[in-house]
Each structure stands twice: as C-alpha cells, then as structure tokens.
C-alpha cells in the first residue's frame, strides 16, 4: 500500500485522506503519547523552553528536564547511572562507543537483533559476530573464538515478533571482562513492575549488564536512555561523540517524558489495560486461526499465504477502516509480514471489530498456504 501520510491521531485511530482509520500498528503501547497530561506538560514546556535546546548537553543544551529525567528514570529502573541522549538509535551508538573506549572491540549479536545494534558496533569500530536467534549456545560457542572481551548485543523484547530474548542465558556465558547490552525499547514502559522493563520483569540484575531504550515508544515522548553500571555510563558520557555532539531531545518533549514517567507510577491500571488488550488479541488471532506467542509483549508477527495474498488482505482490511501493517521492517521473520501491535487504549470492542473484519477478509481470500506463525518459518 501506498506511505499515505497521517493528518490526525489518537491512540488507537489514524485519519487520513478524510477518513478515520482504527490502527493496529506503532509503539505507543500505553497510549501516553496522546495523554491528555502528557500533552499539556509539552505545551507548558514549550512556553518555557522553546522548542529546541539548541545545542549539545556539554555546552549550553542541558535543559533542566534533560537531567531530571536521566536522574528519575535511571532510579526508576534501579541502575546506578544512566545517560540520556537524543533516541533510542543513539543510545545504542553512544553504549558502544563508551565500551569501545574500555577496550571492547568485539560486538556479538543476535542474527534477527534491531539494525540499530548493528550499526551501533560498525560505527563503534567494533568487529561483528552473528549469533543464531535466540540462541545462547551459539553465543557461547562464537564467545569461545574470541581473543578478547566482547559485548553481546540483542533486543530485549524483539522489535519485529515479539521475542523475549533469553537474557539470564547470555549473561551465564559472560566472560570475566564481557558485558551484556539489552535493547529494551519494546519492554520498557510495558514489562515489569509499573513499567521497568525486561530485565525487572525476568528479576535480572548485573554489573555486566548495560540496558539502553527509546523514550519515543511505550513512553510516547522522544529521547534515549543508556543505563547500567557507572564505568560504562560515564564511559559513553565522557567518550561518545554520538552523545557529546548532538542536540538532545527537545526539551518540551522530555518535560512530557517526566509526566509519562508520573503516570506509570500512579495509573494502578494502565498495565491492566494492556494486558487485556493482548491476552484479547491473542484470542481473537487464534480463533481465526493463527498462532501468536503467550507473553506478554504487544507485538504479533505472522504470515497469511503468499505475498500477493497480503497485499490482498491488508487492502481489504484498510478498505473497511482496519490499518493492520504489512512491512518489510528489516530482520523480521519473513521478508514480508503483518506486525499487529495493540495498546492499553484499544477497547474490547474495537478489537472484536477487528476480529470480526479479519474473518471477513480471510473468507474472502482463501489462503493457498497456511497462516504461519513467526516462529513456523
Ligand atoms: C529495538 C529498537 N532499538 C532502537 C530503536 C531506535 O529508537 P529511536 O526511534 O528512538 O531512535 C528502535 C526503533 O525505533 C527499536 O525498535
């Protein structure tokens, strides 16, 4: 389908071209980028700050809301120093070339990990490893060819399924002086205990573990984070050009980013929420006959037929109001794939509208092969 540019949104619906759409794509698993607190701690900000800082965190951009926010959420996800940064993409630069500066010149990652990892450890200078997908063993086994300290890099939760990546594993084939770097942007904000994440969700803690996220995604705002132990964090902080010369986030938008953050502390229900949504939408997925995962990530990969086919069905889908993504996203599990994600702000009923629409639409487009699971490939 044709990249038709969004004129409206809220949470769960798009407009465009005059018609309003319910959407079944994106990140913005709480519905906070549409928050009404949210959206009014932006425009008072804007009235104080401006809109752009201007200028980097080490000269005159530090606004105040830039080191309110790192304090708030490196406290929040129990890390003893974090480092806040433009996005998510340069969160991950900004770890490796703090790493590359204590003398890591190794990046192990997962085959299907984000692009953002990989490019992160080229333009680190690192040397690069593939890893089998979720596969600790084969980490192992690649750790054991290494004369010298590596960094295993991987999603937490995978941007393009859903995975949960196998973190207590990797971190057991740690070496001595090895780390481990999850990339928590799908987990933040929506696993564990009020939002703290993958790694608070499977109770993982570790000096050798480094955690960077997006503030753009479960917390609707714009910003990155890099969190973990001090020596690698002030590594990056001291030593990464992707952070010491860039404009950080805008300072409206990180103020919004503290109000999103006050909310996951008090909305008791939010995560509620949520959790219906996706336990809703794995039902509904597999009475039509598609296998889903049963964790509790936001995000289901799958095939239905060839790809002429869901050319077909997504076309028929939007053609009765239903966005249901067909992408090309790279390191998906198919080189063409529906991710559905659903969010705290999708009600029963809409999913059961999407449900029904989607039984619609697959009898009227018979599959020539059977609807495939990510993990059935
Ligand atoms: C796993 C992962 N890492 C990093 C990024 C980059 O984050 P940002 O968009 O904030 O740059 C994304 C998506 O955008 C992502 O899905």
């Not at 708030?72 to 790493?99: I, K, M, R, W």
């Not at 990652?109 to 690069?128: C, V």
């Not at 063409?336 to 449900?355: D, K, P």
Request: some cysteine; proline content about 5%; aromatic content about 6%.
């Amino acid at each position: 389908m044709p990249n038709i540019p969004t004129d409206s949104c809220d949470a769960t619906t798009i407009t465009r071209e005059g018609r309003s759409y319910l959407s079944f794509g994106g990140c913005n698993y709480l519905g906070l980028a549409h928050h009404p607190r949210v959206v009014r701690a932006v425009q008072d900000a804007a009235t104080v700050y401006g809109l752009s800082s201007s200028a980097s965190r080490e000269t005159t951009g530090n606004a105040r809301p830039h080191a309110q926010l790192e304090s708030e959420l490196t406290s929040f996800c129990d890390h003893e120093a974090g480092l806040l940064v433009p996005d998510g993409y340069t969160a991950n630069l900004a770890a490796l070339q703090g790493l590359e500066h204590l003398d890591i010149k190794h990046a192990l990652i997962d085959a299907r990990a984000h692009a953002s990892l990989k490019d992160a450890a080229r333009l680190a200078g690192m040397e690069i490893h593939l890893y089998e997908h979720l596969d600790p063993e084969d980490a192992q086994r690649v750790i054991g060819l290494l004369d010298s300290p590596c960094v295993i890099l991987t999603d937490s939760v995978f941007t393009t399924n859903g995975d949960l990546a196998p973190a207590r594993d990797l971190l057991g084939v740690l070496r001595e002086r090895d780390w481990l770097l999850l990339d928590d942007c799908h987990g933040f904000a929506v696993l564990g205990n009020q939002g703290r994440g993958m790694p608070n969700a499977v109770r993982l803690k570790s000096d050798r573990l480094i955690v960077t996220t997006t503030l753009a995604k479960g917390l609707g705002c714009a910003g990155g984070i890099v969190m973990g132990p001090s020596v690698p964090v002030e590594s990056a902080r001291a030593n990464s050009i992707a952070y010491r010369c860039t404009t950080p986030a805008s300072p409206p938008l990180v103020s919004g980013g503290l109000e999103a953050l006050r909310i996951l502390r008090e909305d008791k229900n939010i995560h509620e929420r949520i959790a219906k949504a996706i336990s809703l939408t794995r039902a509904t997925l597999r009475a039509s006959g598609i296998e889903s995962h049963d964790h509790d990530s936001a995000i289901f990969a799958f095939t239905l037929g060839d790809l002429e086919q869901m050319r077909q069905i997504e076309q028929s889908m939007y053609e009765r109001g239903i966005i249901l993504p067909l992408m090309d996203y790279p390191n998906g599990p198919a080189p063409m794939y529906f991710r559905l994600s659903v969010n705290a702000s999708h009600t029963r009923e809409q999913i059961e509208f999407f449900g029904d629409t989607l039984n619609e639409v697959l009898a009227l487009h018979p599959l020539r092969e059977t609807p495939s699971h990510e993990h059935a490939q």
